[in-house]
């Protein structure tokens, strides 16, 4: 902690909050492995994980949270597993948003939400409405998301502007792409999650990421709670972020 600031809520430093946290959810099939159940009940347990973080984030004052709950290549898994995932995706949704209008939570989407299923993508559209005015958090769920098919969409958008003579293509900038990206209008993650103590980023956000603290916990994410969330926020405020720069 800087020796300008004060202490915040538990012990945190309020001026140097992580804006954006990402976090890639994982190990919901070896926590339930573990205890010799199906995997489904895993992604169950996972699923009020989810609840657990989103109102911890919120009380700690993070302005956007993205949750990897599904990837592009989770597509290949088995059906039924696919199914139980969407249909605890569907629950989500509906049993949130009140809570989400109660604490003043934004949602919204990233990946290829056309590919979720009618039903999903319905209440999806339904909950995104609701909660489109809110601002006291953004909570940015990747569906059915792809970093590299993010990137390749960027690069279809931008291509065609240059094409009809929109633009130039000098005027081409980090920043511009930013702006094409999904998460366009977002600050970039300042800090990156992974559960099940996994050392890859399995295709999340590449673009987004190329500064962002990373830290990997080996907790699963079913155990994954509110007091280690702290204890990653609290360890994210004593790194020093250089940037390329000198100390
Ligand atoms: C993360 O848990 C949830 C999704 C990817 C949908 P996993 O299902 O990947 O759990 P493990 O990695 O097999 O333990
Ligand atoms: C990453 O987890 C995707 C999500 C958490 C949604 P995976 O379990 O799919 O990643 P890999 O297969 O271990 O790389
Ligand atoms: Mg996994």
Not at 69 to 88: D, G, Y
Not at 95 to 114: C, F, P, T, W, Y
Not at 208 to 235: C, H, R, V
Request: proline share 3%.
């Amino acid at each position: 902690m800087n020796s300008r600031s004060l202490p915040g809520l538990y012990g945190l430093d309020s001026l140097n909050l992580p804006k954006h946290i990402a976090i890639i959810m994982d190990g919901n099939g070896r926590w339930a492995e573990k205890r010799l159940m199906n995997r489904i009940k895993g992604h169950e347990a996972g699923s009020g994980a989810v609840r657990t973080i989103v109102r911890a984030c919120r009380e700690i004052g993070i302005s956007v949270l993205t949750l990897y709950a599904f990837s592009t290549e989770n597509w290949q898994r088995p059906k039924i597993e696919i199914s139980a995932l969407m249909v605890l995706l569907n629950k989500f949704l509906e049993s949130e948003k009140n809570e989400m209008m109660e604490n003043d939570i934004r949602l919204n989407a990233i990946g290829q939400v056309d590919k979720l299923p009618e039903n999903v993508r319905k209440t999806l559209n339904r909950t995104m409405d609701l909660t489109g005015k809110n601002k006291g958090m953004l909570l940015n769920l990747a569906l059915s998301y792809g970093g590299r098919t993010e990137i390749v969409d960027m690069v279809k958008i931008i291509s065609q502007k240059v094409k009809d003579s929109k633009i130039d293509p000098d005027l081409i900038t980090d920043e511009f792409v930013a702006d094409h990206l999904y998460t366009a209008g977002m600050p970039y993650p300042d800090l990156l999650i992974r559960t099940s103590g996994e050392m890859r980023i399995s295709n999340f956000l590449l673009w987004q990421i190329a500064y962002s603290e990373i830290f990997i916990t080996d907790t699963l994410w079913p155990d994954f709670g509110k007091e280690e969330l702290i204890k990653i926020i609290y360890d994210f405020q004593n790194r020093e972020r250089r940037f390329g720069n000198v100390g």
